[in-house]
């Protein structure tokens, strides 16, 4: 299969091919792979199909999880490719590193992955492990460097202004100040990259993620 006729398998399933690249030992990428693409959602129609799936219907936990092993794994299956997921572990694949090698994401001024066409918003449902070796894009210089870096002073609490982006002081602050702009609209640091301004993620998808991030063990309340 191509990469195009690839792309078009997991369009129909609401999810987009981020980017990829050929591992070389190094990578860890799994035995026999040449080619591996990773997967996220497809923003325009991601949140609409997820939404009345029916792990988010039935009630039980990691509900995009289980959603995300069971139509990458079927899709797998299809295209004869092995299916990877960041949420399994340990040990976890190097989901970050492998963003890096494909060409299309870089770090940000936050040292967040930023997208050539999503910007900030860079989430990773799983990848694809092919044997075969196909052509990819061509890589695409980073948009940071000719920006103003708006993404750096958008955070209310400076929490990525350290060496490591402080969780806990941004889950705090959440949890007992900002709940209405955070939660609900989602990162304020992630919305101000210009770069994919016109495709951001549903309101309601954005809250999903933050009750999830707010939810983990290191989300506290004072």
Same mark, same amino acid.
């Given at each position: ?52 799936? =029916? ?44 963003? =890096? ?26 990848? =694809? ?6 052509? =990819? ?86």
């Amino acid at each position: 299969m191509t990469f195009e006729d690839i792309r078009t398998e997991v369009q129909s399933i609401s999810l987009k091919i981020m980017g990829g690249f050929h591992p070389v030992a190094e990578d860890h990428a799994p035995e026999n792979c040449s080619t591996l693409l990773l997967i996220g959602p497809d923003e325009s129609n991601f949140w609409h199909q997820f939404k009345n799936s =029916l792990e988010m219907q039935d009630g039980q936990s990691n509900p995009m999880d289980r959603w995300s092993e069971r139509v990458i794994t079927s899709l797998a299956r299809k295209i004869n490719a092995k299916p990877i997921f960041p949420f399994q572990g340990p040990t976890y694949a190097p989901f970050f590193q492998w963003a =890096l090698k494909t060409g299309l994401m870089h770090v940000s001024p936050i040292r967040l992955l930023v997208h050539n066409q999503t910007g900030l918003f860079v989430s990773f449902r799983g990848a =694809l492990a092919l044997e075969s070796e196909i052509q =990819l894009p061509k890589p695409s210089p980073s948009p940071c460097p000719a920006c103003a870096a708006p993404c750096a002073s958008a955070c209310p609490v400076s929490a990525f202004e350290g060496e490591f982006y402080d969780v806990e002081v941004c889950q705090s602050h959440v949890l007992t100040l900002d709940a209405e702009r955070c939660v609900d609209k989602g990162c304020a640091a992630r919305r101000q990259c210009p770069v994919g301004k016109d495709r951001f993620r549903n309101l309601e998808q954005s809250s999903f993620h933050m009750q999830a991030f707010l939810s983990s063990p290191t989300a506290k309340s004072d």
